[in-house]
């Protein structure tokens, strides 16, 4: 099955931007999508959005209106676009199948926002 691999993470100050990418290593068919997953130190892991297969998109409160949720399903590639990033953003961000996290769960890339 698709290995999933992150990357784009890296420091940044409050309200700069980053891209983070998410390559599978082949085409992975859920019905449930894929999303992106956020845990920060001392909090529970926190689904933050998701793309279903028809492109709807869902974002937690925390970040809508600043993170977008992006695939290009050529590239096998999963995106998100995180704009006016805030402290409360620091974290490893990881990608993954919501319904089959067991078999696709990315390693993470590190997010760090200072203020």
């Known amino acids: 099955q698709a290995r999933l691999v992150e990357s784009g993470g890296g420091s940044v100050q409050a309200g700069g931007s980053l891209k983070l990418s998410c390559a599978a290593s082949g085409r992975i068919f859920a019905s449930c999508g894929m999303g992106w997953y956020r845990q920060s130190p001392g909090k529970e892991r926190e689904l933050i959005s998701t793309i279903m297969p028809n492109g709807t998109t869902m974002y937690a409160e925390s970040v809508k209106g600043r993170f977008t949720i992006s695939q290009d399903n050529s590239k096998n590639t999963l995106y998100l676009e995180m704009n006016s990033l805030q402290t409360e953003d620091t974290g490893k961000y990881h990608c993954?199948?919501?319904?089959?996290?067991?078999?696709?769960w990315g390693q993470g890339t590190q997010v760090t926002v200072s203020s």
């Open positions: 993954g199948v919501p319904c089959r996290l067991s078999d696709y």
